[in-house]
C-alpha cells in the first residue's frame, strides 16, 4: 500500500511540475510574441500550436478591429489568403481519387475554352501544371474573372502566358487556381463553396468557407493594409466582398468571385485543425479527408528550386535546422502561415491582420519570428 501510494504521490509532482513548466513557457512565449508586435506595428494575432498531433496552444493577441477597439478571440475569421489554394488541391485530389478527372487532364478539355501559351502551341497544359505553378500563366492581366484568359472574351489574352515553356518553368499565379476552381464546379457539379464546405470542412468539423452570405460576419476581422510612406494603417473591408451576385452565377465559369485562390474565411484553430490532416498524410480524428497517396503527392516537390508541390511547399528557411510543408498567405493588409513537420508531428499557425513588417528569407517578419518564437518555447 505505501509502494502504491508513494507511486500515485511521485506521479502527482511530476504532473503538476509538467503543468507549471508548461504554464511557464507559454507565458515567456507570449511575453516574446508581445515584444515582436511592438517591434513591426501589429494589430493583432492568432496562433496556435500543434504538438504530437493535438492542439496544445492557442490565443489571440491585439484587435480584431481598431476603430470599435475590439479584442481579437481565437473564434475570429480571418479571409487566409493563399493558404485558401491547399483547400482547392485538396477538392481535386478527391475528385481525382474518385475517378472524375486526372492530374494529366488537358486543361482547355476542363474548362471548355483553348487554354495553350501562344509560344508552344502544341504542349499540352495539364491540371498538375496549373495547381503546380508551372503552367506558364500569370496575373498580368488580373484573376478575379476567367475572360481575361478566354481568347473569346479578351483580345490581350495571350498576355496571361510567359516565354517559357509550360511544364519546365514556375511562376507563382493565382490565375491557376482561380481556374482550377472552375473545374472543380464542372467535374463535381457543386457549386465551389459548397464542395468544399461538403468535402473538407465539414467532414473535419471546422467553421468557415468561402461564402461570405454562409457566414457570421461579426466574426470577420478586419484587416489592415499599412502605408509606408503615411505611416498609417488602413482597413481593407474589400477582403470580404464578391465579386458576383449569387442571381448572376454562372457554374464553372464564375467561380473567381469566391476566389479559390484566396478566399477561405476560418480562424487560426480551425485552420490548425485542417492542417493536422495533411500533417497525417489525409486523416485527422478518425476521418480520412482523401488518401495518404494523394496527400503525400500535395506535399511532392514539382518544382525543384522552389520546392512546390500542389498547393504545399517545402522550406528549410523557416525554423533553422527544420525542414517544414505548408503555405504562406498575404492580402489586403493580412499576413498568414500554415507549416508543419510530417515525420515529427508538430505544426504551427500564425495569422496577423495587420503589421508593419518587410521580407527575410521569403518570409514576413513579423509571421518568422512568431513561428520561431512558439517553436522553442512550446516544441522544441
Given amino acids: 500500500m505505501i509502494k502504491v501510494a508513494s507511486t500515485k ?75 485558401s489554394k491547399s483547400f482547392s488541391a485538396t ?82 499565379c493565382n490565375l491557376n487556381y482561380n481556374m482550377v476552381g472552375a473545374i472543380i464546379e464542372k467535374v463535381s457539379g457543386e457549386r465551389f463553396d459548397n464542395y468544399v464546405k461538403q468535402h473538407v470542412l465539414n467532414p473535419l468539423g471546422l467553421y468557415g468557407g468561402y461564402n461570405v452570405d454562409s457566414l457570421d460576419a461579426t466574426r470577420f476581422v478586419t484587416l489592415y493594409e499599412y502605408d509606408s510612406k503615411l505611416k498609417t494603417f488602413t482597413a481593407s473591408p474589400s477582403a470580404y466582398n464578391r465579386n458576383t451576385a ?64 500542389l498547393a504545399i511547399e517545402g522550406t528549410d528557411k523557416l525554423i533553422p535546422g527544420k525542414s517544414m510543408k505548408g503555405h504562406t498567405g498575404s492580402a489586403y493588409g493580412l499576413y498568414s502561415a500554415m507549416f508543419f513537420q510530417p515525420k515529427e508531428k508538430f505544426g504551427i499557425v500564425v495569422i496577423t491582420n495587420g503589421c508593419n513588417a518587410g521580407y527575410e528569407n521569403g518570409y514576413n517578419k513579423a509571421i518568422a519570428e512568431t513561428v520561431n518564437t512558439l517553436y522553442q518555447n512550446l516544441i522544441k
Wanted: with cysteine; net charge neutral; aromatic share 12%.
Fill in 9 to 83: 504521490f511521485i506521479l502527482t509532482i511530476l504532473f503538476f511540475s509538467f503543468s507549471i513548466n508548461s504554464f511557464g513557457q507559454a507565458k515567456q512565449a507570449e511575453a516574446e510574441i508581445q515584444n515582436i508586435m511592438k517591434k513591426f506595428d501589429v494589430v493583432g494575432f492568432s496562433v496556435a500550436v500543434v504538438k504530437k498531433g493535438e492542439i496544445v496552444y492557442k490565443q489571440s493577441f491585439g484587435l480584431k478591429d481598431v476603430e470599435s477597439n475590439t479584442s481579437l478571440t481565437d473564434n475570429s475569421l480571418f479571409r487566409i489568403a493563399s493558404i
Fill in 91 to 172: 477538392s481535386i485530389m478527391q475528385l481525382v481519387e474518385a475517378g472524375k478527372l486526372s492530374l494529366d487532364d488537358d486543361f482547355s478539355t476542363l474548362l471548355g475554352f483553348k487554354v495553350r501559351n501562344p509560344k508552344y502551341p502544341e504542349t499540352m497544359i495539364t491540371l498538375k501544371m496549373a495547381l503546380s505553378h508551372t503552367s506558364s500563366l500569370n496575373d498580368s492581366q488580373g484573376y478575379f474573372n476567367l475572360d481575361v484568359i478566354n481568347p473569346a472574351k479578351n483580345p490581350d489574352w495571350a498576355k496571361c502566358y510567359n516565354d517559357y515553356q509550360p511544364g519546365v518553368g514556375y511562376q507563382y
Fill in 246 to 309: 449569387l442571381q448572376d452565377y454562372v457554374m464553372g465559369y464564375s467561380t473567381p468571385s469566391f476566389s479559390p485562390t484566396g478566399g477561405m474565411k476560418i480562424s487560426a484553430t480551425d485552420l490548425a485543425k485542417y492542417m493536422m490532416m495533411h500533417m497525417n498524410y489525409g486523416k485527422s480524428n478518425g476521418v480520412r479527408v482523401m488518401s495518404k497517396k494523394s496527400s503525400k503527392l500535395m506535399q511532392t516537390k514539382v518544382s525543384d528550386e522552389e520546392s512546390y508541390g
